[in-house]
């Protein structure tokens, strides 16, 4: 009761509405439909990150607490690889054109570079103190992997899995992404709450974007002729055009907004968050405009889609049955443009 004593005195002090400080968005109906869900190998423990390559029916998920990356086939929903020893497993990016997978090993400040046709090791290298999300840029041939408590980013060289450079950003690095149409990296600096721009061939900052509305700007997506920002200290997703990084608006997401993925040809956003909570934005307006926001399983923070086939695939650590799992969504037809 104290505390909600606190509360209102606050609210009524900087004069913002106690509905507003207090109420959190109504949840919605997705519109998606669960097609399946598949058991997984290891403890019931935390996923970060997942990638996908769609044209080899590859899926590739970071189980974070037991230091494994699983390789699945999309096609079977089976796992047909696990690549162990990834202590603190977190950000996984596959690069079909050069059949490489590259995992920021977390609990052993590497990067790790993997064979994507036979899940065999080919390099570690050193990547900071916490190594996580990561970007290929085609241009140069290089990963860049966000080094979230060193404040830097640490440049690969993508065919000899060695760092070519470190990048310092002074503040903690959030996600990474590569900007097509600007030829540059986006990057952001959570604590700061900027998205840095980089020149990838000369590795300099070249602008600082401030993220109004935004509090701890940590998940980042290049999508769609937009940069979008997931800011978990508040719930929001901003949506920012290019190449200014203007701000176009802000949406109301589930609580810890983490993994954003886009399926491009329903020009659909999914925004997963630390509660389990998915979030989808339907992107033809500009600012976006959500279409559904619910609870689709515990700790459903993590999402990867098939852009072939639109579905979707959210690791977690428990299903229920005391393993951890794969759900997978397909979208309702009425989602289609």
């Given at each position: 009761?104290?505390?909600?004593?606190?509360?209102?005195?606050?609210?009524?002090?900087?004069?913002?509405?106690?509905?507003?400080?207090?109420?959190?968005?109504?949840?919605?109906?997705?519109?998606?439909?669960?097609?399946?869900?598949?058991?997984?190998?290891?403890?019931?423990?935390?996923?970060?990150?997942?990638?996908?390559?769609?044209?080899?029916?590859?899926?590739?998920?970071?189980?974070?607490?037991?230091?494994?990356?699983?390789?699945?086939?999309?096609?079977?929903?089976?796992?047909?690889?696990?690549?162990?020893?990834?202590?603190?497993?977190?950000?996984?990016?596959?690069?079909?054109?050069?059949?490489?997978?590259?995992?920021?090993?977390?609990?052993?400040?590497?990067?790790?570079?993997?064979?994507?046709?036979?899940?065999?090791?080919?390099?570690?290298?050193?990547?900071?103190?916490?190594?996580?999300?990561?970007?290929?840029?085609?241009?140069?041939?290089?990963?860049?992997?966000?080094?979230?408590?060193?404040?830097?980013?640490?440049?690969?060289?993508?065919?000899?899995?060695?760092?070519?450079?470190?990048?310092?950003?002074?503040?903690?690095?959030?996600?990474?992404?590569?900007?097509?149409?600007?030829?540059?990296?986006?990057?952001?600096?959570?604590?700061?709450?900027?998205?840095?721009?980089?020149?990838?061939?000369?590795?300099?900052i070249l602008s600082r974007a401030p993220v109004p509305d935004c509090d701890h700007d940590h998940g980042l997506l290049v999508a769609d002729g937009r940069a979008f920002v997931a800011c978990d200290g508040n719930n929001k997703?901003?949506?920012?055009?290019?190449?200014?990084?203007?701000?176009?608006?802000?949406?109301?997401?589930?609580?810890?907004?983490?993994?954003?993925?886009?399926?491009?040809?329903?020009?659909?956003?999914?925004?997963?968050?630390?509660?389990?909570?998915?979030?989808?934005?339907?992107?033809?307006?500009?600012?976006?405009?959500?279409?559904?926001?619910?609870?689709?399983?515990?700790?459903?923070?993590?999402?990867?889609?098939?852009?072939?086939?639109?579905?979707?695939?959210?690791?977690?650590?428990?299903?229920?049955?005391?393993?951890?799992?794969?759900?997978?969504?397909?979208?309702?037809?009425?989602?289609?443009?």
């Open positions: 009761m104290l505390i909600l004593v606190g509360v209102l005195a606050l609210a009524v002090a900087i004069g913002v509405p106690l509905v507003q400080r207090l109420t959190r968005p109504a949840s919605e109906a997705l519109p998606l439909s669960t097609v399946a869900t598949v058991a997984l190998p290891g403890r019931d423990s935390r996923f970060d990150y997942a990638d996908l390559d769609a044209g080899a029916h590859r899926l590739f998920l970071a189980h974070m607490g037991d230091g494994t990356l699983l390789e699945l086939d999309t096609r079977t929903n089976k796992v047909i690889a696990t690549v162990a020893d990834l202590p603190t497993v977190t950000g996984v990016i596959v690069v079909p054109e050069l059949h490489r997978v590259f995992a920021s090993a977390a609990g052993a400040g590497q990067v790790v570079t993997i064979d994507e046709d036979t899940a065999t090791v080919l390099a570690r290298a050193p990547a900071g103190s916490f190594p996580d999300g990561l970007a290929y840029v085609p241009t140069t041939g290089q990963v860049w992997i966000s080094d979230e408590d060193g404040g830097a980013e640490t440049v690969l060289d993508a065919r000899t899995g060695q760092p070519v450079a470190t990048v310092p950003l002074g503040g903690e690095a959030g996600n990474v992404r590569y900007d097509p149409a600007g030829d540059r990296i986006l990057v952001d600096v959570q604590t700061a709450n900027q998205v840095a721009v980089i020149d990838p061939h000369t590795r300099t997703l901003l949506t920012l055009a290019l190449p200014g990084l203007t701000k176009l608006g802000a949406l109301d997401v589930g609580d810890g907004p983490d993994v954003l993925a886009i399926d491009p040809a329903r020009r659909l956003l999914y925004v997963a968050a630390e509660s389990g909570d998915v979030t989808t934005v339907d992107l033809r307006p500009a600012a976006g405009r959500v279409t559904g926001r619910a609870h689709l399983a515990d700790n459903a923070h993590v999402v990867a889609i098939d852009p072939t086939t639109g579905r979707a695939y959210f690791p977690v650590p428990d299903t229920g049955a005391g393993h951890p799992g794969l759900v997978i969504t397909a979208p309702s037809q009425e989602t289609h443009p």
